[in-house]
Nanobody, 111 residues
Framework: QVQLVESGGGLVQPGGSLRLSCVAS????????MGWYRQPPGKARELVAA???????NYADSVKGRFTISRDNAKNTVTLQMNSLQPEDTAVYYCNYMDYWGQGTQVTVSS
């Protein structure tokens, strides 16, 4: 079993930044990709960004150039740096590893 705990969500004004962190309860397979997903109100969950064990990244078109995903295999963490946030980024953000999901952290972008 792996437990994933996200943190760093909150309320931010448009144009602001947030940094999300996800910590795993035990060592993870470094060769397995990790990702961040989000679920906007009334919509389906969608991939935001993913990172392989070697550090290759993949981003949704809507966040390219604004969000950066990174991971620290030694600390069992994955982070998502979110800049230039917009109201359409409002969602619950989830950390993912294999079949495991975190509980989610709310990000609200509003003036």
């Amino acid at each position: 079993q792996v437990q994933l705990v996200e943190s760093g969500g909150g309320l931010v004004q448009p144009g602001g930044s947030l940094r999300l962190s996800c910590v795993a309860s035990r060592s993870l397979f470094s060769f397995v990709a990790m990702g961040w997903y989000r679920q906007p109100p009334g919509k389906a969950r969608e991939l935001v960004a993913a990172i392989t064990g070697r550090g290759s990244t993949n981003y949704a078109d809507s966040v390219k150039g604004r969000f950066t995903i990174s991971r620290d295999n030694a600390k069992n963490t994955v982070t998502l740096q979110m800049n230039s946030l917009q109201p359409e980024d409002t969602a619950v953000y989830y950390c993912n590893y294999m079949d495991y999901w975190g509980q989610g952290t709310q990000v609200t972008v509003s003036s």
